[in-house]
């Protein structure tokens, strides 16, 4: 009978060991993913130096220059890559691409960054009319140097403060679902369509479910698909993924885990993990893309041109995407960039190849000479997005010698 009592009280002792040992790990493991959490900011999201651009005054003050500037880089560009830099005067403000942040064989060509400084250059037109101003822009005024894009020269003006002006700062590009059965009345596309006032550009809107938006949720599927399966592509994109809250902070750029579309929950659950892989970060593109961006949408739309390498016409096109989405923004309206198709294309053309895309994307784009240079979804948002990370001042602003 003692014996007996006394494999059982070792046989207590023993599972009690045993339990104290499983909570013991427990508690480190959900300590350890807690402090991950933590220390990624995944519960209380964007927050410190890398957002504060989005704080900035772009109007008034003792330095209407600057502040033209601090509106302009707050402007859409590729992948928050920010391929931007500006040369200030009392008189103009010079724009250059920073010719190192690009995408690499993701924007073979660079057009995708020229869009971007096209963006920027909208947003300094804006806010230098807010600070009394009246701009006069040139485009690529320097024959021997393509990476200076524009000079804006600041004429004496009267102050105009516009409904775009005031959206600059709650621009934000929405990855997340869209409410697909609202639908985006006549008076709104009539918004959309009458700021496209370039005759070297033109916007064409299709519903998703019309067979122009079949064709276009089609051609967007395979083409991620396509660049997916690109080695180099794929690389180069990832090198502007921001996963870790310090790198955010270091680089204030990049796509992070707060912009991308995924939920509070996932960002939280996301944050527990080592950051991912290349592969995992392209199977998330893949299924992000097919099940929320492409699903969701209501509206698919494409700003079309003639010229489709042409600086001065891509800049301009960049400029018409930035007052498109300016306009959207005010008209309580989502939008997201879809250029998968379009940076197919461009690779193929890069790499010397017969373009099947281009071909198809075409078909239904209307024809009569004009060629796609950006596409994106719009709709009605199920959740508002948050504010990407930006660059300070002193990292855009160059001087002279």
């Given at each position: 009978m003692a014996a007996k009592k006394t494999r059982s009280s070792r046989s207590w002792i023993s599972r009690r060991g045993f339990l104290k040992g499983t909570g013991a790990l427990l508690v480190v493991t959900f300590g350890g993913a807690t402090y991950r959490v933590l220390q990624q900011h995944a519960w209380t999201g964007p927050s410190g130096a890398a957002w504060e651009p989005w704080n900035a005054t772009l109007a008034g003050g003792t330095n209407p220059q600057l502040n033209c500037v601090a509106a302009a880089i707050l402007a859409a560009n590729p992948h928050n890559t920010q391929p931007w830099l500006f040369r200030?005067?009392?008189?103009?403000?010079?724009i250059f691409a920073d010719a190192v942040r690009n995408l690499g064989d993701f924007d073979a060509m660079r057009r995708e960054m020229r869009l971007g400084l096209g963006c920027a250059l909208e947003n300094l037109v804006l806010a230098a009319r807010a600070n009394g101003f009246a701009p006069a822009v040139s485009y690529v005024p320097d024959g021997q140097n393509p990476d200076h894009v524009a000079c804006v020269k600041l004429n004496n003006g009267d102050k105009t403060v516009d409904d775009r002006f005031k959206a600059i700062p709650l621009r934000h590009t929405n990855r997340y679902a869209y409410d697909k059965a609202r639908k985006i009345d006549d008076a709104a596309r009539g918004r959309m369509k009458a700021v496209v006032d370039d005759p070297e550009t033109r916007l064409l809107l299709w519903d998703s479910d019309s067979s122009e938006g079949r064709a276009f949720h089609d051609l967007t599927l395979d083409a991620t698909m396509t660049l997916i399966g690109d080695r180099q592509v794929t690389s180069d994109s990832q090198r502007w993924i921001r996963?870790?809250?310090?790198?955010?902070?270091?680089?204030?750029?990049?796509?992070?885990?707060?912009?991308?579309?995924?939920?509070?929950?996932i960002q939280v659950l996301a944050s527990m993990t080592p950051e991912p892989s290349e592969e995992q970060s392209n199977a998330y593109w893949l299924k992000f893309t097919r099940d929320l961006h492409l699903a969701t949408a209501s509206l698919f739309g494409a700003i079309l041109v003639r010229e489709l390498y042409d600086s001065e016409i891509t800049l301009r096109a960049g400029r018409i995407w930035q007052r498109l989405h300016l306009e959207a923004t005010n008209m309580g309206l989502a939008m997201q960039p879809l250029n998968q198709a379009l940076e197919l294309i461009d690779l193929d053309k890069e790499r010397k190849r017969d373009s099947a895309t281009?071909?198809?994307f075409e078909s239904f784009a209307g024809g009569g000479g004009w060629r796609p240079t950006f596409a994106f979804r719009a709709g009605y948002p199920l959740e508002s997005a948050p504010p990407s990370p930006r660059r300070s001042l002193s990292d855009v602003l160059l001087h002279d010698g």
């Open positions: 200030v005067a009392k008189d103009r403000i010079d996963a870790r809250w310090d790198e955010i902070q270091e680089h204030r750029d990049g796509v992070t885990l707060f912009t991308s579309g995924a939920t509070r929950t281009a071909k198809q």
